[in-house]
């Protein structure tokens, strides 16, 4: 992708989040989304072919640039999965990518399901580090609403426990099988 792709997917990414912490998705309207990102309709659909692509990809992105770009630091003490879970409560607590805007919203139900899809990637990848005997699929499944709905909580809440020790009490409790 070249940097004028690359800067105008940015512009719709930043449009979307913008309105998306605002209004429910189900209220947002592609033209409200080429409005803001000042693109044209032509343009926005050579990027995306529906909305809820564009809902998927941007939730793809924020992992990519959460997740992907650079290495976790590992907490004194911490497993790789306690650092990737407490990386990821840092940048909804620091605002980046408006994430704690938008799962506060009332558009949260459509993003949480895309969000869950791509935090199944991360416990996926530490899933052989949980040694309990129940199906991976369980497992899984157990994880991923677990930790979704406490992150909801969190924010919905002040977001005032310190993302470390979110992640921390998340690990404590599901460690004690």
Known sequence: MDRRQQKTRKAIFMAFRSLLSKKRYDHITVQDIIDAADVGRSTFYAHFETKDMLLDAMCQDMFYHIF????????????????????LLRHIKNGENDLAKIIRSDSNDLFMFYFKKHLRGVF????????????????????VGSFSEMIRWWVQNGMKTAPDTCAEYFMKIIEKH
């Open 68 to 87: 992907d770009k650079a290495p976790c630091p590992l907490a004194k003490g911490s497993s790789d999965i306690e650092a990737e879970l407490a990386h």
């Open 124 to 143: 996926e990848s530490h899933a052989d580090a949980f040694r309990i005997d129940i199906p991976k699929e369980f497992l899984l499944n157990l994880l």
